[in-house]
């Protein structure tokens, strides 16, 4: 019963998140459109004067949400960590060794309730650990399939762990010329592509940033 109700709490944690995500990508959307300064970029212009072409009210306004959304998406990503990895281990309870007869090995077998059979039958859900929050036309990451708002469960070699921004990085330039599989969520789906690390005429080899979760 206890793993039945944290399910169910963590579905709707996962739901809220997801709700977080569509309104930051739509604030990133605007921010990022034609003539938008960023998400960080200056609202000032050459001479130091507040620009002209811009609400940046709104745009401060805009940031500032992003900004609370951000701490408000890791606390929630941080909460439904926890409670996987309880139903994980209480998935791992369920298996329990039995000594064969026959031999010296021991035979697994999984025990379960109807209660809970459907919590164990499923998946273990993976989190993504980044998000393309900035994407370049023409850019080899655009050319190659990746969008804006794309989140990042696999990227080559990297997955969940530290110091995932300089891994992302080393990946990159380790694997330049070559592709690089990876596996993503969007818009709720997973799907696997892959990107090609190379030189292009903007920043990078990529042309994308990619916002650590």
Not at 34 to 45: E, H, M, N, R
Not at 96 to 119: C, F, G, I, N, W
Not at 135 to 152: R, T
């Amino acid at each position: 019963m206890v793993a039945t109700n944290l399910k169910s709490e963590t579905m709707a944690l996962m739901e809220r998140r997801a709700l977080m995500e569509a309104e930051m990508n739509a604030i990133i959307e605007s921010l990022c459109g034609p003539g938008g300064p960023g998400i960080s970029g200056s609202l000032v212009d050459r001479e130091g004067f507040p620009r002209s072409d811009i609400d940046i009210q709104a745009i401060r306004s805009q940031r500032a949400r992003l900004a609370a959304l951000r701490n408000d998406h890791k606390d929630i990503t941080e909460k439904i960590e926890k409670n996987l990895q309880v139903l994980h281990s209480v998935r791992a309870a369920k298996v329990a060794p039995l000594p064969s007869k026959d031999s010296d090995t021991s035979v697994y077998v999984h025990e379960s309730t109807s209660q809970d059979s459907s919590m164990c039958e499923e998946p273990i859900v993976r989190i993504p650990f980044a998000m393309i929050d900035e994407i370049a036309d023409d850019s080899p990451a655009a050319e190659d399939g990746l969008q804006l708002g794309d989140e990042i469960l696999k990227f080559g070699n990297v997955e969940i762990g530290g110091e995932l921004q300089s891994r992302l990085v080393l990946e990159a330039q380790s694997n330049q010329g070559h592709p690089i599989s990876m596996v993503i969520v969007r818009q709720g789906s997973v799907m696997n592509l892959s990107v090609t690390p190379r030189p292009w005429r903007g920043r990078g080899l990529l042309g994308c940033h990619f916002r650590i979760l």
